[in-house]
């Protein structure tokens, strides 16, 4: 659909000239500047086959919301298969998500691009006393240098096209001088937008496809995507929720409470417990889809805070066999947890420099040093739980 909006001359390989030109194809970086390594850069070759490796490992080996989805599987060969597409599939549907976004970037560069793509956002400024005035005389602006850049990119594909290399450098070097004053016309808003007088949330980045799906394709195909978000959305949420609602009734209710319940009381219990953490996701949803560039970017900073530290304890157990109490795993991931929550608050505080990828294999790492550390200072306890011989069993 995107292509197919594109201007008739304008073929698929040149819309991704476009954007590559603009620098939104620029996806592979060493992270290595000026002879040393940038711990800072969120993205590179080294924090995505390493950071991304134990985020990876921690989400589809260890994660109850895809464990699950292996267990109900009809029998063991379909769970590998479940498991071994997850896999293979993952790659290249995710460079198409990815894909998409580069070709709506290439849309809006021969179409006109709102200012600002969160219109409830757009609506407070121009209600604002401050800025009401200042906002039409901005739009203006960005107006016309939006025009020039239709032209410009115009000029660039067809001159790409016809291999005339001279008006290619020229139009080429017009739209970057272009692009650059439109995104400090954005970022002038933004600032607007975030400012005291007006209170608004000055990131658009989540409203970018969403924006486009409802002002370009036809209706039925709007509802359609919206539908597909939402059940994409409920059948995520709907076996994460599930996993902490059992957690919480095996793990904390059935531990804790001394009454022996009926299997139905049980049941309303958890419907109960299911409510309570559906109602948590939603107050944590509202205060943290924003700690990231965009949405896709605040899943993976949240699972990096804690997806080590899971993976860590799992490691653990598959390799360290002389630990055998679950009190040193325990308190070791508690440690954990701390020195990967502390890191995390030191690079927001810009006291360290460091990627949010980088969390993932501190926390695995943190749980196999904390659990040896305190597997040789705390010495062993056994349980008095009966294994049904009578004999006291040490559990973990």
Known sequence: MVVNMLPKDVSFTDALEVSGKLGKLNVITTGFENGRFNWSDQYNLWSGLIGGFFLALSYFGTDQSQVGRYLTAKSLKESRMGLLMNGLVKVPMQFAILLIGALVFTFYQFNKAPLFFNDVQVKKLEQSAVYKDSFVLIQQQYDVITAKKQQAVINYTTASDSNDKIKEDQSLAELKTLQTEANAIRTKVKGWINSKEVGGDGNDTNYIFLRFVVDN???????????????????????AINSLASCTMIDFHRRFTNKIDSGEHEYRLSKWYTLAWGIFCIVVAMFTYNIGNSLIEAVNVLGSLFYGVILGVFLVAFFIKKIKSGHVVFWGAVLAELLVLTVFILTKVGVLKMGFLWLNPIGAFAVLFFSLLLHAIWPPQTSRHSDGTGSPKEGL
């Open 217 to 239: 394709l036809p209706v039925g195909l709007v509802g359609l995507l919206v539908a597909i978000i939402f059940l994409a959305s409920w059948g995520s949420i709907a076996a």
